[in-house]
């Protein structure tokens, strides 16, 4: 008896540091992910996702949207710019959108997994902080995303400016997180170990389903594939505690 009780907490214990295991790959021609929470959220809230491209794009690809509806307004992204080398955190309304950005050293992130946050503090103050606390930018200026509901990865609500490159580990909280939890998100730590209880939307994405499962609170928020691929590679994610019920399904 005592054996087999050692052996449950070893294994209890390997479970609760596992890593993730794996991404998608959005190189496939008219890739996306998009579903519908139950409810809508308005600032504040903080989204979050790792990404990796071989090249920066150069253009205005989007990786993680959550929107209203089908159009190109009222919404806040996670994109890269036109601008080379520069990563942005926009928030949209009908009268146009405002980066809040963050240029890196040319050519810094190509071929490797980095992580990025946008904040929305309030309409008028937003920042995204990629992969340390201090890459960060606030943009000040009047731009009301509105009452949010949908998700779009790895493309806009219209179906423009696809990503053609891989994302893995997105959440939505909402809440404007501390410098704390923004931190530990980009250092490594899996959303399902930050700030449960305001984690609304939470995709692993470690599964190859057809319907990637919110793991989040909202009761919604599932998202159907289209196009994108299951990938090996993967960001060095370490997820336990509250991530322990995720990672017990996936061992199944």
């Not at 540091?17 to 504040?44: C, E, I, K, L, R």
Request: glycine fraction near 8%.
């Amino acid at each position: 008896m005592k054996t087999k009780r050692f052996s449950t907490i070893v294994s209890l214990c390997f479970l609760l540091v596992q890593s993730a295991v794996a991404s998608y790959d959005f190189s496939p021609a008219n890739p996306s992910m998009v579903g519908t929470f139950n409810s809508t959220y308005t600032v504040p809230f903080t989204v979050g996702c790792w990404i990796k491209f071989a090249n920066h794009p150069e253009s205005g690809d989007f990786a993680f949207v959550l929107h209203k509806d089908a159009n190109n307004d009222e919404m806040v992204a996670i994109e890269t710019s036109g601008t080379a080398d520069r990563f942005d955190y926009r928030h949209y309304d009908a009268a146009g959108s405002q980066p809040a950005f963050h240029t890196s050293d040319a050519d810094e992130y190509n071929g490797v997994w980095v992580a990025i946050v946008g904040t929305s503090e309030s309409t008028s103050i937003w920042n995204i902080f990629v992969e340390l606390i201090t890459n960060t930018h606030e943009r000040s200026a009047s731009r009301d995303p509105g009452a949010l509901g949908k998700i779009s990865i790895g493309t806009s609500p219209a179906g423009t400016g696809d990503w053609v490159n891989k994302i893995a580990e997105c959440g939505v909280w909402n809440a404007e997180e501390s410098d704390a939890n923004i931190t530990s998100f980009l250092s490594g730590t899996c959303a399902a170990n930050i700030d449960s209880g305001n984690l609304v939307g939470y995709w692993p994405l470690d599964t190859d389903n057809s319907t990637q499962s919110n793991e989040g609170t909202d009761t919604g928020g599932d998202l159907t594939v289209t196009a994108a691929t299951f990938d090996a590679d993967h960001p060095a994610i370490t997820c336990g505690g509250s991530s322990f019920g995720r990672r017990r399904r996936m061992q199944q």
